[in-house]
Structure formats: C-alpha cells, structure tokens
C-alpha cells in the first residue's frame, strides 16, 4: 500500500526545511497586490541524507528547482490562500521524493523466434540487392 505523503513528510528533518511566502501572480483578483498567497519551499536535499542512487534520481527529477547550493525550491501559486498553497508545495516535493525512491523497471531483452530471424535477414538480403543495384553505372 503506498504511504501517505502526510506520513513521508514527517520523517523530513525540520531543520532541512524552509518555508516562506511571497506575492504572486496568478488567481486572487486585487487581492493579489496586498497579500503574500505563494508558499516558497526550500529544502536542503544533503540533509535528507538520501541513498547515491536516490539522491542521482531526485537531482535528474527536479534539476529545474535544485540550485547549486543543493536547495531544492519548490514555489507553489495555483490556489488563494496560504495554506493551500503549502500544501500544494509539500505534496509537489513529496511526489518528486517517492518518484526517486522508486527503482526504475529493468529492461527485458526481447527475443526474437525462428521466423522472426529469417523474415529479418531476408529484408536485410532485399535492401542489400536494392543497394547494389544503385552502383556506379559501366560504359559498355
């Protein structure tokens, strides 16, 4: 059963987050101009202390938000209020973090059978035939 992201985020270490808000664009009419709706996330992804391998998946994941310092910032405007918003931000941050802890899917090898191999070396004969057949003409 997959974890709750209420549940994931809980195990964060509350000295690895930073939480701030900011005007914004976006819904909230005049609104807009007075209040700081925009919830801004900052997350030190060294102090998750994730696996190499998790760690490589999460930067390839969210390298659009990850800076050089090694913060990852997350800054989400889509609803009204503050609250919403963080929310928004926590759930975006927690997806991308069950994304990179999930192990990608081997590839199968795919196998072809008997006829398969002929029908493929036969195309290959007709296209080597139609090539040779576009060489350099001879004066007879």
Not at 47 to 65: D, F, H, I, M, T
């Amino acid at each position: 059963m997959a974890e709750r992201w209420q549940d994931i985020w809980e195990t964060i270490p509350a000295d690895a987050v930073s939480e701030q808000f900011i005007t914004a664009s976006g819904p909230g009419g005049q609104n807009v101009n007075k209040v700081a709706t925009a919830a801004q996330l900052r997350i030190n992804v060294f102090r998750l202390e994730l696996a190499p391998p998790v760690y490589a998946r999460l930067k390839s994941l969210g390298s659009a938000y990850l800076t050089n310092s090694g913060e990852m910032v997350i800054t989400a405007k889509r609803h009204r209020t503050q609250a919403a918003n963080r929310l928004d931000a926590r759930e975006r941050f927690v997806s991308l973090l069950q994304k990179a802890r999930t192990l990608p899917a081997k590839r199968k090898k795919s196998r072809l059978n008997r006829v398969g191999k002929t029908k493929r070396l036969q195309g290959k004969k007709i296209r080597s035939a139609v090539k040779k057949s576009r060489g350099r003409v001879r004066p007879e």
